[in-house]
């Protein structure tokens, strides 16, 4: 009865995973403007490793890593999600599916979060005005 209920145990365990739920926020501005900032977060290796990307779809699967969470085997975890960016009318939305969401992280809202700050990140570098260089005729 013991071996039951641990095996059970175990398959529940590792079965959670496998439920990943879709969480979607949208963004008043157009896909083709957000890609470069969901692009950018990716770019970061401490973060993520890409997997799959299409750009023409807008979408990539990656691994989230998480140092902290050292297994027994001493690798570092990882955790597949997928980004879609999916346009609705003058806005995009952007569905990430996330496999893990807990009490030390939460893998969609921290992806959101850096999205974000890439996206402040490129708007900034974008409006800057390059300097002018120097007059050559006077």
């Known amino acids: 009865m013991k071996k039951c209920l641990l095996l059970a ?3 529940l365990i590792a079965a959670v995973p496998a439920l990943g739920k879709t969480h979607k926020d949208t963004y008043p ?3 083709s403007e957000l890609w470069p900032a969901v692009q950018d977060t990716l770019s970061n290796p401490d973060n993520y490793t890409v997997e799959n990307k299409n750009d023409a779809l807008m979408t990539a699967s990656y691994n ?3 140092s902290a969470h050292v297994t027994i085997t001493g690798a570092l ?3 597949t999600n997928q980004v879609t960016l999916v346009s609705k009318g003058t806005s995009c939305e952007m569905q990430v599916i996330s496999n893990y969401s807990g009490f030390e992280h939460n893998d969609s809202g921290d992806f959101k979060k850096r999205v974000d700050d890439s996206l402040t990140k490129l708007k900034v570098s974008a409006t800057a005005a390059p300097a002018k260089p120097p007059d050559a005729g006077k």
């Open 64 to 66: 989230v890593k998480h």
């Open 9 to 11: 145990l175990i398959s």
């Open 77 to 79: 975890t990882q955790r």
């Open 29 to 31: 501005m157009a896909c």
